[in-house]
């Protein structure tokens, strides 16, 4: 492990990295400051919480000059990064220039006169950065270093035509930073079209196997039970602390009305809600609140101790998410439970996950039947949850959409939502009642 005092950095780094107790570099930014510092470009694959954020902050508070434009642009696929990344930045802000964040779902108008207040670094979202261009609020035309985090986060939920968009307006001669967990093709590719003489550093061990110390479990059960045997496996297994994963904003805000309902302490994250709020929220989890229901890019770059359980609500299409969402468990060398709730044409998708993570999912038996009168559904039912983007019947509803999502019928998968699309209302009915009631 070495200091970064030995690192050949700016003394005012040094001290600017001590006052917030950054003393001994991780292995991440071992590797990849002395390779920044010399300009070149880099793909990095490494997964959250190893130290990526000072690994590129670190080289590009050293090599930054004067300038009339901003030098850097750091994109990011959610609100919650950006913010993370700034509050780090601002405080290796030594040259007296500031720092600009720029997101959805927070007032355009506010960060166009951040803007213009010449800052030397821009943390934004996809959406947002192509608003504030289109707009020429925000000219990337003379940055000098572009870095994507989270990269693999962004191809996921459709970014990937936002990126190139962006990058095709960046100058060619720029320095470029790409931090994934997982390297799919396509990131491969744009990586390939846009970055010159690219390094590549592999740190760490693969997601892949560090979920071998988590336990993988899975049951099978009909769509509209699915809620009822996640509160069998809440009875049985008494999770300390569990992130429960939904596929949509509006999925995960079902399962919060329907859990809170019942009296657990529940959470939720997801972009439809205002940043204060999803803030607020993360500060309770954090300070003890039993489960965050979240969506997958709404906890992606979230790294909270004392995980004991990962909930997958429904089983990821992508054995790469089923390995992202499960490795929020098990930190620092703890042990961990993955428990996914699949309907019984899931065999595939779980013979999929066991071959990419070099897993075995251990198959339990849960009993639905005390909680079976509890449904959840849209205000239209099983048809609405469907056309919201909710997967047929998976809350109570037991016809449409996709056996993969809890229909009994096909009818293709829910729609993808970006993080920075608004939620839908959500309804809730308990104990088998018609009366549904707005939340």
Known sequence: MKAFSEM???PSIVEALKRINFINATDVQEQVIPIALQGKDIIVRAKTGTGKTASFLVPIRQLSRPSRFPEALIIVPTRELAVQISEVAKK??????GVAVAYG????NVQIDALRRNPSLIIGTPGRIIDLIERRALDVEKIRFL??????TMLDIGFIEDLEYILSKTPHDKQTMLFSATMPDKIVQVARRYMHDITTLKI???DELVVTKIRHLYAVTEGWQKFATMLAYIKQYNPKKAIIFAQTQYAASA???ALTGQGYDAILMHGGLTQAKREQNLRRFKGGARFLIATNVAARGIDIAGISDIINFDIPDDPHVYVHRVGRSARMETSGRAFTITVPNDREYVK???YIAKITMERIGLDPTPFKHIRVFGKGGAREFRERGGGGGRFGGRGGGSDRFGGRRGGGRPERHREEQSGPRVYYSNRGRSDSRAR
Do not use: F, K, Q, T
């Open 105 to 108: 779902g927070a007032s355009i």
């Open 147 to 152: 870095v994507l985090d989270e990269a693999d």
């Open 204 to 206: 760490g061990a693969p």
């Open 255 to 257: 399962i919060y009305e």
């Open 352 to 354: 999929d996950i066991e």
């Open 8 to 10: 050949n950095l700016n």
């Open 92 to 97: 290796l802000s030594i040259d007296g220039r």
